[in-house]
């Protein structure tokens, strides 16, 4: 089976799911990244005195790290403008990703919430753009097969002293992913990777606050209780 995880910046991935893309890996799943951008216009560019440009570019090799580290099947970085997806028209976000997705035909296509765990803007577009998307390619193409969701249930937000996280309800949540020690490793090697915000993965303390379970929405899918794999009862 194929995973295509869509968003927006480098260290989505290893701040949300790269136990559960790790995971998969370990399965013999095929497992993809895109990054809408290249992450660039950080703030924390100001405290290494670099460029969108130059920044764009620690970042992008900070997920090669990444790439090796969750051993990925395949990783791609565009370089849409960050902070700035949402005045781009959404057809030509639209376009890059079906070309993506066209090229890896994977069963499940996977992004944020449609409340974006923590509401930026950029993750709104993502959601609303691979959305769309999927609606378009599952009834012309067949594929994906289902839209996963990624989200975050109440006590999770509840348990975030640094971040103001929006959650998903527990009627809605559909998928439950669990994931072992050598999941939970490669998440943290993951984040070590980004080493240009060290400071904040250690102020936050995000490798205590993220768990071993993993949460998704499943559009237009309802299970009570919820699954436990992302490949688990795919729609024909």
Same mark, same amino acid.
């Given at each position: 089976?194929?995973?295509?995880?869509?968003?927006?910046?480098?260290?989505? /991935?290893?701040?949300?799911?790269?136990?559960?893309?790790?995971?998969?890996?370990?399965?013999?799943?095929?497992?993809?990244?895109?990054?809408?951008?290249?992450?660039?216009?950080?703030?924390?560019?100001?405290?290494?005195?670099?460029?969108?440009?130059?920044?764009?570019?620690?970042?992008?090799?900070?997920?090669?790290?990444?790439?090796?580290?969750?051993?990925?099947?395949?990783?791609?970085?565009?370089?849409? #403008?960050?902070?700035?997806?949402?005045?781009?028209?959404?057809?030509?976000?639209?376009?890059?990703? /079906?070309?993506?997705?066209?090229?890896?035909?994977?069963?499940?296509?996977?992004?944020?919430?449609?409340?974006?765990?923590?509401?930026?803007?950029?993750?709104?577009?993502?959601?609303?753009? &691979?959305?769309?998307?999927?609606?378009?390619?599952?009834?012309?193409?067949?594929? #994906?097969?289902? *839209?996963?969701? &990624?989200?975050?249930?109440?006590?999770?937000?509840?348990?975030? #002293?640094? *971040?103001?996280?929006?959650?998903?309800?527990?009627?809605?949540?559909?998928?439950?992913?669990?994931?072992?020690?050598?999941?939970?490793?490669?998440?943290?090697?993951?984040?070590?990777?980004? /080493?240009?915000?060290?400071?904040?993965?250690?102020?936050?303390?995000?490798?205590?606050?993220?768990?071993? /379970?993993?949460?998704?929405?499943? *559009?237009?899918?309802?299970?009570?209780?919820?699954?436990?794999?992302? *490949?688990?009862?795919? #729609?024909?």
């Amino acid at each position: 089976m194929k995973t295509l995880y869509i968003y927006p910046h480098p260290d989505d /991935e290893s701040f949300g799911p790269a136990h559960v893309m790790h995971k998969q890996f370990r399965e013999g799943h095929e497992v993809y990244l895109l990054t809408l951008t290249k992450g660039g216009a950080t703030k924390k560019r100001f405290d290494l005195n670099l460029s969108i440009e130059e920044m764009g570019e620690v970042r992008y090799k900070e997920m090669l790290c990444v790439e090796k580290t969750l051993k990925l099947t395949g990783m791609t970085v565009l370089d849409l #403008p960050d902070s700035g997806l949402k005045e781009m028209d959404p057809r030509e976000i639209e376009k890059v990703v /079906e070309e993506h997705i066209h090229k890896i035909k994977p069963d499940v296509v996977a992004t944020y919430a449609v409340h974006g765990i923590s509401g930026f803007h950029d993750h709104l577009v993502s959601h609303a753009v &691979v959305k769309n998307v999927f609606c378009r390619l599952k009834e012309t193409a067949g594929y #994906p097969k289902r *839209f996963a969701m &990624v989200t975050v249930d109440e006590q999770t937000s509840k348990e975030s #002293p640094h *971040f103001k996280l929006n959650f998903s309800k527990e009627e809605e949540i559909d998928c439950i992913v669990t994931a072992d020690d050598e999941d939970m490793k490669a998440l943290h090697d993951a984040l070590d990777c980004y /080493e240009s915000y060290k400071s904040v993965i250690e102020e936050t303390n995000i490798k205590g606050l993220l768990k071993r /379970e993993s949460a998704f929405e499943l *559009f237009q899918e309802n299970y009570d209780p919820p699954i436990a794999d992302l *490949f688990d009862k795919l #729609p024909d």
